[in-house]
T-cell receptor, first 111, second 112 residues
């Protein structure tokens, strides 16, 4: 099945140690999104790409960066994770104005 | 600024009953509204998407309605089953800034 795949499912890192989360898609969608979701909260959009055009949300901390080397892959880099960055990170894809398709997420823990 | 609200935050219903989940949004200038299901520890599964020009969408036992002028959407689940237990989120794509805004969800528990 075509899908959105996030690796790893669970990631543990140390306070301040850089970490990268990955997302790949076989849907050939031109839009890719990264969301942060904390327990019992709504997903919060961090940034998204329209093709190669990067769109950062105004309140996304500088600590969060993203790369999209090609249509299929998108990465979330957290340069210096703090305890407050522990959350589920969700990747989604879509065509413009079409339904979003989500991966299963990566749950990030900070020691 | 667009805000999306889902009430109640949690709901328990006996198996077999029909039920309605509510979603409201503050700005009617939207492209579309989407309903999702989220199982514990998982990502979101898209259930239904309603374009701003549409009034409802149906898929199996699910029916979603949209009243853009009043800023409301409902998700109707017929003949509920224990497997329907999950958190249901709605999200609108805002017309003014093209952002997707989520509600916090309704946690649904179907009692066997």
């Amino acid at each position: 099945d075509a899908m959105v795949i996030q690796n790893p499912r669970y990631q543990v890192t140390q306070f301040g140690k850089p970490v990268t989360l990955s997302c790949s898609q076989t849907l050939n969608h031109n839009v890719m999104y990264w969301y942060q979701q904390k327990s019992s909260q709504a997903p919060k959009l961090l940034f998204h790409y329209y093709d190669k055009d990067f769109n950062n949300e105004a309140d996304t901390p500088d600590n969060f960066q993203s790369r999209r080397p090609n249509t299929s892959f998108c990465f979330l880099d957290i340069r210096s994770p703090g305890l407050g960055d522990a959350a589920m990170y969700l990747c989604a894809t879509s065509r413009v104005n079409q339904p979003q398709h989500f991966g299963d997420g990566t749950r990030l823990s900070i020691l | 600024k667009q805000e999306v609200t889902q009430i109640p935050a949690a709901l328990s219903v006996p198996e077999g009953e029909n039920l309605v989940l509510n979603c409201s949004f503050t700005d009617s200038a939207i492209y579309n509204l989407q309903w999702f299901r989220q199982d514990p520890g998982k990502g979101l599964t898209s259930l239904l998407l309603i374009q701003s020009s549409q009034r409802e969408q149906t898929s199996g036992r699910l029916n979603a309605s949209l009243d853009k002028s009043s800023g409301r959407s409902t998700l109707y689940i017929a003949a509920s089953q224990p497997g329907d237990s999950a958190t249901y989120l709605c999200a609108v794509r805002d017309l003014r800034d093209d952002k997707i805004i989520f509600g916090k969800g309704t946690r649904l528990h179907i009692l066997p």
